[in-house]
C-alpha cells in the first residue's frame, strides 16, 4: 500500500533522515517509534508531500508520489494528522470539517453522510458544530483535527503522535478511535513516542533513531526486545 | 577580524581608484559623475548600516538625505542671499552662516534627531509594518519639505548653496563613511542585530533588545544620510524637494540590492555598477531623444530597464553581488584554500 | 445639522474607498505575508484602460468592467512577474521585486503614454451634486458608499460562506495545512491576486473619478492610505483594515475641517504623527490577526 524506499530528507545542510526504507500493507497498522528528534514528524511530512525529498522514492498503491505536492498526495488517498495539530483556530468546528472534505466538495450528498458517521464516532464535535476551533480543547482538537482528516475519505491516514499533550483518559479515548478505523479497513501509520500504547494497537513496527531505522518487526516481537526503551527510546 | 582590516583597506583603494582615476582623465564630465557616485556611495553605505545589519529595508533613507541638505542650506547660504533664497525664513535664522564642515555635521545631527523621535515606535512593530511605514515616513517627510516654504522655499527650487564639495572632499567622506560602517558591523550592536536576523529568539535570548538595536542602526543611517545630503547639497548647489523621493530611493535601493545588501562591500559594488549602467542608459536615452522617432519623447526607459534588472538579480542572487562576506574574508579564505592545496 | 450631514457622508465616502484599497493589499499580505508595493499600480491601469478606451464608442460601464477586468490581470501578472520567482527566497527580496514591478509599470506608463495628465471618461452623473438636508454633496460621494457598502458585503459573503473564501481564510492562517487537505496553493494565491486586482479596480474607477485624469504617479496615495490603514487595522486582518480605512477617513477629514489653509498642507504629516501615536499604544495594530501562521 504505502512503500518507502532509502529516503533522505535535509534541512539546509544538516540531513534529518538518512536512507530509511519500510512500508505499511493494506489495512495494517504500523507505527513508527523513537525518541525526540529522531526524524519521524520528518519522515510524516516527506510523505505528505510538504517536505521535498532529497533521496528516495515513495509509492502509494504502486504509484510514485515521491515528487507530488500537498494537494496532490491527498488526492491520491493519503491523509495526515501532523503532530502540530493544525486546527484553524478562526474557523468554526463545521467550517473545518468542511474544508477537510475539499477534494469531494461536489459530492455534498457524501459529505453529509461522511460527517453524520464521523458525528457518532466524535459526538463532541457535532455539539461544538458553530465554535471556532481554536476554542477547542486539546483533545477536542485532537478529535478535530483527525475527523477532518477523514472527512477525505483516505485510504491511508498518517496519524504524528496523536496523544502528545493530552491526558490519560483522552489518550485512551484516541486509543479506542485508532482501533475502531483500524477494523473500518484503513491502513494506518501512527508515530508514536508512547510506545506501550502504540504497540498494543500495531500490527507492526520500526524504532527510528537518529535518522535511520534501527529495528522491525511484529509488535509482539519489537515489545520483547529487551531495554528497547531504555536503548533507543530515550525511557 | 583581519580580514575586516584588508575589507576597508581594498574598499578605500577602490574609492582612492575612482578619484584618481577621474582626475586623470581630466575631463569634467568624468569629474562630475565620479564626484556623484561618491555621493551615492556616501548613502548607499549608509543605507547598508541598516538594511545590512537589520535585515529591514528603509525606505526613508532619501528624506534624511533631504533634510541633511535643506539643514546645511540654511545654516551655510550667505546671510546677504538669504534674502531672495529663502524670502520667509525666521528672522533669527537670517544671520546664521557657518562653516560648510559644521554644517555638514549639523546636518546629520538634525537627521539623526528626526531618526530618533520619529523611529522608535516603528522599529517595534513586525518587520513588514516597519517597512511600509518607513514608505510613509519617506512621502511624510517629503510633504514636509515640499511645504515647510520657510525653510525649504517650497517646491521651488533653492539655490545659493556655496559650491564647497569637490571630488577630494566626496572621495574622503565616502571613505570615512566606509569604515564607520565596517566598523558598526562589527561592533557588538551590529553583530546583535545580524544575529537577531538570522534568529529573532536566539537574539532575544542573548539579552537583545532588538526593537532598540534597529532604532540605533536607524539613527546611524540617517546621520549618514544627513551628511550626504549635505555633501550633496554643496555639490549641486541648488536643488528642490523632489530630488529626495521615490526616484531617488527606487535608485539607492536598486544599488545596494544589486550589490549585496548585507556587506559593506556589495554596497560599493552595486553602487559603482548602478553608477555606471545609470550613466549609460541616461546617453541612450539622450540619444534616441535627439532622434526622429526618439524626438524627446523618451522617458522612464532608463527604470524600466533598472527594475528589470533588479527582478532579475532577486531571482537569479537573491543576496545581491556579494551576499555574504566582505571581500577581504573571500580574498582570505580563497589565500587559506590555495596554500592549502599548495 | 446640515454640517454634520456633510461630515459624515464625507467621512463614511472617504472611508469607504480607504476600507477597500487596504483590503486589496490586506488579502495578499493575510495569504502570503508579502507586501505588494505594485499595488497602487493596478488602480493606474484601471484608469489608463479608461483613457484608452474612450476613444471607442463603448458605454461607459463596458469601458468600466474593461477597466476592473485589466486591473485583475495585472494583479495576476503581479503574481507571476514579482511574487512566485522570488516568493521562497525571502521576504525582503519579494518587497523588492514589487517595488521594481511598481516602478516598470509607472515608467512603462511614462515612456508608452505619456507623463501629462490624461482624461479619463466619466459618465455624468459623477459630476452632479444633490442637497441632503441641506448639505450640498457630489453625487459620486454617495456612488462611493453605496459600492463600497456593496463590495464590502460582498467579500465578507465571499470569505465566510463560499468554499473558496473558506479555503482561503484557512490558508492565511496555515498554507501548508489547508494544502495538505487538498486545497491547490495557487488557486489560492491567484484567486487572492485577482480579488485583489478587482478591489482595486473598483476602487480606482471610484478614485479617478474625483479627479478625471490619471497620470503614472496615481497609485502612490492609495498605497500610502492602503498601508497606513492596514498598519492601524492590524496587516493581517480583514476587519482590520477595514476599520483601519474608516478611522483613518475619520482622521483626514476631521483635519481637514479643523485645519487652517496653512497647516493643511502638513496633513499628512498630522495624520502619520496620530498614527505612530495609535501604534505607540498598539505596536499590533486595532486587531489582531489569525492566531497562529508561517509563511510559505
Ligand atoms: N525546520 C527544520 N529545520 C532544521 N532542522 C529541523 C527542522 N525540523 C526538524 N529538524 C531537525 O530534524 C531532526 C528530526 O526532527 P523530527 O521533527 O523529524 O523528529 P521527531 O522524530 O518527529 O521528533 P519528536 O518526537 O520530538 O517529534 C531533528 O534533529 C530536528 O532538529
Ligand atoms: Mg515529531
Known amino acids: 500500500m504505502l512503500e518507502i524506499t532509502g529516503l533522505s530528507i535535509n534541512y539546509g545542510a544538516i540531513r534529518a533522515v538518512r536512507g530509511v526504507s519500510f512500508s505499511v500493507g493494506k489495512g495494517e497498522l504500523v507505527s513508527l517509534l523513537g525518541a525526540n528528534g529522531a526524524g519521524k514528524s520528518s519522515t510524516i511530512k516527506c510523505i505528505a508531500g510538504a517536505l521535498k525529498a532529497a533521496e528516495g522514492s515513495i509509492l502509494l498503491e504502486g504509484r510514485d508520489i515521491t515528487a507530488a505536492n500537498p494537494e496532490q498526495v491527498i488526492r491520491a488517498g493519503l491523509a495526515t494528522v501532523p503532530e502540530t495539530r493544525d486546527v484553524f483556530p478562526d474557523l468554526t468546528v463545521a467550517e473545518n470539517l468542511m474544508l477537510g472534505a475539499y477534494i469531494h466538495r461536489r459530492d455534498q450528498v457524501g459529505n453529509r453522510q461522511n460527517l453524520e458517521k464521523l458525528h457518532t464516532l466524535f459526538p463532541r464535535l457535532a455539539e461544538r458544530s458553530s465554535q471556532p476551533a481554536g476554542t477547542l480543547s486539546g483533545g477536542e482538537q485532537q478529535m478535530l483535527v483527525i475527523a477532518r482528516a477523514l472527512m477525505a475519505r483516505p485510504s491511508v491516514l498518517l496519524l504524528d503522535e496523536p496523544s502528545l499533550g493530552l491526558a490519560p483518559a483522552i489518550v485512551e479515548r484516541i486509543f479506542e478511535m ?58 | 577580524m583581519k580580514h575586516a582590516y584588508l575589507t576597508a583597506l581594498i574598499l578605500i583603494a577602490v574609492v582612492a581608484a575612482l578619484a584618481v582615476g577621474s582626475q586623470l582623465l581630466g575631463i569634467r564630465l568624468y569629474d562630475r559623475i565620479a564626484t556623484n557616485l561618491l555621493i551615492s556611495l556616501v548613502l548607499v553605505v549608509g543605507l547598508q548600516t541598516f538594511m545590512g545589519n537589520s535585515g529591514l529595508l528603509s525606505f526613508a533613507h532619501i528624506g534624511f538625505m533631504g533634510l541633511g541638505a535643506y539643514t546645511s542650506a540654511v545654516l551655510t547660504i550667505p546671510a546677504q542671499m538669504k534674502g531672495m ?119 532575544a535570548a542573548l539579552g537583545a533588545n532588538i526593537p532598540h538595536l534597529r532604532w540605533r542602526a536607524f539613527i546611524l543611517a540617517a546621520f549618514i544620510a544627513g551628511v550626504g545630503g549635505a555633501l550633496w547639497g554643496h555639490f549641486i548647489t541648488s536643488f528642490a524637494p523632489k530630488a529626495f523621493y521615490l526616484k531617488e530611493t527606487f535608485l539607492i535601493i536598486t544599488m545596494l540590492v544589486i550589490g549585496g545588501a548585507n556587506t559593506v562591500t556589495g554596497a560599493v559594488a552595486g553602487t559603482i555598477l548602478v553608477t555606471f549602467a545609470y550613466e549609460g542608459l541616461r546617453g541612450t536615452e539622450g540619444a ?37 562576506r566582505e571581500i577581504g574574508h573571500i580574498l582570505t579564505r580563497t589565500r587559506r584554500k590555495k596554500e592549502i592545496v599548495s | 445639522m446640515a454640517f454634520a450631514i456633510q461630515f459624515v457622508i464625507d467621512v463614511l465616502s472617504l472611508g469607504g474607498a480607504y476600507a477597500l484599497m487596504a483590503l486589496g493589499l490586506v488579502i495578499i499580505y493575510g495569504i502570503l505575508r508579502l507586501v505588494n508595493f505594485a499595488y497602487g499600480e493596478l488602480i493606474m491601469v484601471a484608469g489608463y484602460t479608461m483613457y484608452l478606451s474612450s476613444g471607442s464608442s463603448l458605454p461607459w460601464l463596458v469601458m468600466a468592467v474593461l477597466a476592473v477586468g485589466m486591473a485583475v490581470l495585472f494583479g495576476i501578472l503581479t ?155 492590524g496587516m493581517r486582518s480583514l476587519p482590520g483594515a477595514v476599520v483601519g480605512g474608516f478611522l483613518l477617513a475619520l482622521i483626514d477629514t476631521t483635519l481637514n475641517y479643523t485645519l487652517s489653509q496653512d497647516l493643511l498642507k502638513f496633513r499628512d504629516a498630522f495624520t502619520f504623527s496620530l498614527v505612530i501615536l495609535i501604534l505607540l499604544w498598539r505596536p499590533e495594530g486595532l486587531i489582531k490577526g489569525p492566531a497562529s501562521g508561517q509563511r510559505t
Open chain 1, 178 to 235: 485508532i482501533e475502531t478505523l483500524k477494523k473500518s479497513g484503513l491502513t494506518i501509520l501512527l508515530v508514536e513516542q508512547n510506545v506501550n500504547q502504540a504497540l498494543s494497537v500495531a500490527d507492526r513496527a520500526y524504532v527510528m533513531r537518529l535518522g535511520t531505522i534501527v529495528a522491525s518487526g511484529t509488535a509482539e516481537e519489537i515489545r520483547s526486545t529487551s531495554d528497547l526503551s531504555a536503548h533507543y527510546l530515550g525511557g
Open chain 2, 85 to 203: 533664497a529663502l524670502p520667509d525664513l525666521y528672522e533669527f535664522m537670517t544671520v546664521l552662516e557657518v562653516s560648510p564642515l559644521l554644517a555638514m555635521l549639523a546636518a546629520g545631527v538634525v537627521a539623526a534627531l528626526v531618526a530618533a523621535v520619529v523611529a522608535y515606535p516603528l522599529m517595534r512593530l513586525s518587520d513588514a509594518a516597519a517597512v511600509i511605514t518607513s514608505f510613509a515616513l519617506l512621502v511624510v517627510l517629503y510633504t514636509v519639505m515640499n511645504n515647510w516654504s520657510a525653510l525649504t522655499n517650497g517646491p521651488r527650487t533653492l539655490f545659493g548653496l556655496p559650491k564647497t564639495t569637490d571630488m577630494p572632499i566626496a572621495a574622503v567622506v565616502a571613505a570615512i563613511v566606509i569604515v564607520i560602517a565596517l566598523l558598526f558591523k562589527e561592533s557588538r550592536t551590529g553583530k546583535l542585530l545580524r544575529a537577531s536576523r538570522e534568529d529573532e529568539v536566539a537574539a
Open chain 2, 288 to 324: 534616441l531623444n535627439a532622434t526622429a522617432i526618439g524626438a524627446g519623447q523618451v522617458v522612464g526607459l532608463t527604470e524600466i530597464v533598472l527594475a528589470l534588472a533588479m527582478i532579475a538579480v532577486m531571482i537569479v542572487k537573491p543576496g545581491g553581488l556579494f551576499p555574504n
Open chain 3, 79 to 233: 503574481d507571476y512577474a514579482a511574487f512566485r520567482p522570488v516568493r521562497a527566497k525571502s521576504v525582503t527580496a519579494v518587497l523588492i521585486t514589487s517595488f521594481a514591478f511598481s516602478n516598470l509599470l509607472q515608467n512603462a506608463a511614462l515612456l508608452f503614454i505619456s507623463p501629462r495628465p490624461r482624461n479619463v471618461p466619466l459618465p455624468e452623473i459623477f459630476s452632479q451634486t444633490v442637497s441632503i438636508g441641506g448639505a450640498i454633496t457630489p453625487v459620486r460621494n454617495l456612488i462611493t458608499i453605496a459600492a463600497s457598502i456593496v463590495l464590502l458585503a460582498a467579500v465578507a459573503f465571499l470569505m465566510r460562506k463560499t468554499t473558496l473564501g473558506i479555503a482561503m481564510r484557512a490558508a492565511a492562517t496555515n498554507f501548508t495545512m489547508a494544502r495538505m487537505l487538498g486545497v491547490p496553493a495557487n488557486l489560492i494565491i491567484s484567486s487572492a491576486f485577482a480579488l485583489s486586482g478587482f478591489l482595486a479596480g473598483v476602487v480606482g474607477i471610484l478614485w479617478i473619478g474625483r479627479i478625471g485624469t490619471v497620470v503614472p504617479g496615481i497609485g502612490l496615495e492609495p498605497l500610502l492610505v492602503a498601508f497606513i490603514a492596514t498598519v492601524i487595522g
